[in-house]
């Protein structure tokens, strides 16, 4: 019995044991663990706007280059000539990293070790691209299979037939059936957080603006029948806040949180415009349905008329006084509008920027839609309004979400409205009853 056992060891388990030994961890990846690390940790100081000692970590081949001090920040296979993870390491507040902010966490030291005694090594395509497009290009952490709670909905789009809603999640694209409310699918691989979606024209395509607050913000193109993205084709430093296909299909404009405006090619994914004439956030953004003009709303309190070709400056209404939360083109092109935090849809006129109507709320005005004669705002007052845009006139206002709703959309086939809220919750209403149709959590 014992010599069987014997075999059998020698046989089936040892060569199991012997396998196990051989089994070593994956080596750590630059673009999925280290980029993140210090573009959370050290590109504050460390970056193209500000750079302490001379020394950057915007990039990997800034990482591993020197400051001031000669000394190189990362050096492969060699901890102690490291000069950023002895600094990480140091004692003296006086020169420990991060400057007055919590030390790094062991794990995260731990890391960093790690990462250099395996060499130091780039995994990515460009050493020399900035950390905030190598970690929005990377593969992003799945979403939880269950939520603890709901999340604001911040964008929704119904699906080209109207059968279907998309509603940005953590870090996925939920569906959802409009019939019920019940969840169709998940659209992994998407930012921390979802702030703008569009239906490309055709249908076939999703455009996405995401990102993580204060370190990334991506423009990602989702695959509709896949349900999966198909490509990054733009990145920030910081979240992308709307993104908008062109009338025509062949571009997205997209605004950020860095003041700027990027409009991208679809075809070849390359950036054709960059706007950078807002002096702060630029949180919404649409065409006109020639395509010929880009309308932008901004927390500098402005709205702003652009030449979509050249990026040229037309007209810059300010009749707001506070932030701008959303905009829109009047269905014949020669008015926009635009709401706010002065509790107040606005109309002014694309040829000189005079206002020549307002509409007020009882708080401020989140986003606005305008799909074929209809205006749609959503505002903190708790409504959902649907006006006819001829006369201003308001037909429909909607009521029942308990938290401000940020979000609306509007699917003229089926005469649906589709509303978000800060508390996860999504409405989907008809005009000619005031009560939702269906009502759910937009959290699986």
């Not at 020394?55 to 102690?80: H, Q, T």
């Not at 956030?281 to 010929?292: E, L």
Request: proline residues 5%; charged residues 25%.
């Amino acid at each position: 019995m014992i010599a069987g056992l014997l075999v059998i060891l020698c046989v089936f388990v040892f060569p199991l044991l012997a396998a196990a030994d051989d089994v070593s961890p994956q080596p750590v990846s630059f673009s999925q663990s280290i980029a993140p690390l210090l573009l959370k940790n050290c590109e504050g100081c460390h970056g193209t706007k500000k750079a302490e000692g001379s020394y950057r970590v915007d990039s990997f081949e800034f990482a591993i280059g020197e400051g001031d001090s000669g000394l190189a920040g990362f050096v492969g296979g060699n901890p102690d000539d490291s000069e950023a993870f002895r600094r990480i390491l140091s004692d003296d507040p006086d020169e420990r990293m991060p400057l007055d902010r919590d030390a790094l966490s062991t794990e995260q030291v731990d890391l960093l070790k790690r990462w250099i005694n395996e060499g130091a090594m780039f995994d990515g395509d460009n050493p020399n691209a900035g950390l905030s497009d190598i970690v929005a290009r990377s593969v992003q952490p799945d979403a939880p299979d269950k939520y603890k709670h709901g999340i604001p909905v911040t964008a929704l789009q119904f699906n080209q037939d109207g059968t279907q809603l998309y509603a940005g999640g953590y870090h996925e694209i939920t569906v959802w059936n409009t019939s019920d409310g019940a969840l169709a699918r998940r659209i992994p691989n998407i930012g921390q957080r979802t702030s703008g979606l569009d239906l490309s024209p055709d249908g076939t395509m999703l455009v996405v603006g995401d990102g993580v607050p204060g370190r990334s913000g991506s423009v990602r193109i989702v695959d509709v029948a896949a349900g999966q993205l198909k490509k990054v084709i733009g990145t920030a430093g910081d979240l992308v806040l709307d993104v908008k296909f062109s009338p025509d299909g062949s571009r997205v404009a997209a605004a950020t949180v860095e003041s700027g405006v990027k409009v991208y090619d679809i075809g070849d994914g390359n950036e054709r415009l960059a706007i950078d004439s807002h002096s702060d956030w630029v949180t919404c953004i649409a065409w006109s349905a020639d395509g010929s003009t880009l309308v932008t709303g901004s927390r500098d309190k402005t709205c702003k008329l652009f030449d979509a070709e050249t990026g040229e400056l037309k007209h810059t209404y300010s009749g707001h006084g506070k932030p701008v939360r959303g905009v829109a083109f009047h269905p014949d092109g020669e008015e926009v509008y635009s709401s706010g935090s002065d509790n107040k849809i606005h109309r002014w006129k694309t040829a000189d920027g005079a206002k020549s109507a307002e509409i007020a709320f009882d708080n401020e005005v989140f986003q606005l839609a305008v799909i074929g004669t209809h205006l749609f705002g959503v505002s903190a007052d708790g409504t959902v309004r649907q006006f006819e845009v001829k006369e201003n006139k308001e037909v429909h206002q909607f009521k029942g979400h308990t938290d401000w709703p940020l979000s609306v959309d509007f699917h003229a086939a089926t005469e649906r409205i589709a509303s978000g809220a800060y508390d996860g919750e999504v409405r989907i209403w008809v005009p000619s009853q005031a009560d939702a149709l269906v009502s759910f959590s937009a959290a699986p």
